[in-house]
């Protein structure tokens, strides 16, 4: 019977789930994985530094509904991913960190790479974290990792491998593996919640959609725009799940902030189906601007805890945001001729509030005097770059003007800040997004400030031949 060696097993248990593609910075720690990754044709992306390796991984992962894969140093290479790990739990992408770790029988005495509890570190920032303490262990525990990370309420998850596991040897038979096809199906709503959300949305005069990364994770645009179609209901979406709709079709209304100027101009909506997003600084806040208090909300959340952060919803759904879309479009029947009536007007008027902003700066745009307004600069820009183009933002100020003006026409092809707000990840979002989209221009379109953080990533992209384009709005701060 043939040995394995612990980086064989890694290898073999990514390609189980499908996963062939590696962002990461050389370690020795890693090596016997180096060696089998080669071996079996993966792609592995090495970078020129590790939040450079994170970044990548998780926009590699928006990019293609994949798990994003990131491998790492022991020590210094762990801590450099801190921040795209706790970028990524905030933003809820699937991904799979792997990290090097000192050999077990060192434990406690100051090997090289340690002085650090990796395990504390990491599992602050991310969905789960284990270290894997014995080779016969491996294979399962990836496995359940990579299900935790692409399961449920999506996030990043943590593998420790200390290096004598990694380098260590095992009979194939002694391999307890998992395997990408028996992954559990998507929660359903209930029936009779499906019933209650598809009458109220026949009858709702002014109703509106906003639609969250559950919808992106859930790979369910299709339906959401069928959904939108029938029943004349406008989209209004947030950075991740920005495409969804796409951005040339009359009834996206832009961002959830569309509701606030709204407000001011007397149009609130009556019913609002929220799919996938939390409630937080990007739905208002606590001074619930932009959802009224006497709309009735409906949130549907795969994960139950998210359900009273700021305000209760009126219906919640605890269910998977593609299999409420299906069960709807199958409930939902006709719009009632009553409601109809207004319903053309309201998301007419609402999405043309949306869209103002587009409009907002053209006296800027059209002035070739002077200094370049980064209004100008952003749409010029976008009107260059194909309508089907993913898009990386990066920047303090920079990535807002180009927010008016891109095109988003599909999932995942819209890429910038989430929560945490990390400055530098324009680039290395530039590179995953090339690898897992080859067939589309990538742009990055970042400030000069953002941009020296990872600058050394424009010879990532020199090296792996991908053509990204980065535009860079230098107001020289």
């Known amino acids: 019977m043939s040995r394995l060696l612990g980086g064989q097993v890694l290898v073999d248990t990514l390609a189980r789930f499908g996963l062939d593609t590696v962002f990461t910075l050389h370690a020795g720690h890693l090596d016997p994985a180096f060696r089998a990754g080669r071996e079996s044709n993966f792609r592995i992306v090495d970078t020129r530094h590790e939040q450079a390796v994170g970044f990548a991984a998780s926009a590699y992962a928006r990019t293609t509904g994949k798990v994003g894969v990131a491998w790492v140093a022991a020590g210094g290479g762990v801590t450099n991913i801190v921040s795209p790990a706790a970028n990524a739990l905030a933003d809820c992408v699937p991904m799979l960190i792997i990290g090097g770790a000192a050999p077990l029988r060192d434990l406690d005495t100051r090997p090289v790479n340690s002085g650090v509890d990796q395990m504390a570190v990491m599992a602050s920032v991310t969905k789960w974290a284990v270290q894997v303490p014995h080779l016969s ?25 200390p290096i004598d596991i990694m380098f260590g040897a095992i009979e194939a ?11 559990p199906s998507r929660p359903a709503p209930a029936p009779e919640a499906i019933e209650r959300v598809a ?37 209004l979406t947030n950075a991740k799940s920005r495409g969804t709709i796409p951005s040339d079709h009359a009834l996206w209304g832009r961002g959830f902030a569309t509701l606030a100027p709204a407000r001011g101009q007397g149009l609130v909506p009556d019913l609002v189906l929220v ?12 001074r619930r601007s932009f959802l009224p208090d006497d709309a009735f909300v409906v949130q549907v959340d795969i994960e139950p805890e998210e359900f009273g952060r700021i305000r209760d919803p009126d219906l919640a759904v605890a269910a998977d945001c593609g299999e409420t879309l299906r069960a709807l479009l199958g409930a939902f029947g006709e719009v009632e001729p009553a409601a109809a009536a207004e319903r053309a007007s309201w998301a007419e008027r609402l999405c043309a509030i949306g869209n103002a902003s587009k409009t907002a700066y053209e006296d800027a745009a059209s002035n070739a005097r002077g200094p370049i307004h980064p209004y100008r600069l952003a749409k010029e820009v976008a009107e260059a770059a194909p309508r089907n183009a993913v898009m990386c933002l990066d920047g303090g100020e920079a990535h807002s003007w180009i927010v008016m003006v891109g095109h988003s026409l599909e999932p995942g092809h819209w890429l910038g800040h989430g929560y945490v707000g990390s400055m530098g990840e324009g ?13 589309r221009r990538v742009v990055c379109f970042t400030g000069d400030g953002a941009v020296g953080f990872n600058f050394a990533e424009f010879e990532t992209l020199v090296r792996h031949r991908l053509p990204v384009v980065v535009v860079i709005a230098n107001n020289q701060a």
Do not use: W
């Open 427 to 439: 680039l290395p979002l530039a590179v995953g997004a090339q690898v897992g989209r080859p067939d």
């Open 137 to 161: 262990r491996l294979a399962d525990l990836l496995g359940m990792a990579i299900r935790k990370a692409s399961t449920g309420r999506p996030g990043p998850v943590y593998v420790d491998i």
């Open 275 to 286: 799919l996938g997003a939390r409630f937080g600084i990007y739905t208002g806040g606590q």
């Open 173 to 183: 038979g002694e391999v307890r593996n998992l395997y990408g096809d028996h992954a």
């Open 199 to 235: 009458g109220l949305l026949r009858t709702a005069r002014r109703p509106v959609i906003l639609a969250g990364g559950g919808v992106l994770y859930s790979r369910c645009a299709t339906e959401l725009v069928a959904l939108a179609e029938r029943g004349s209901i406008p989209v």
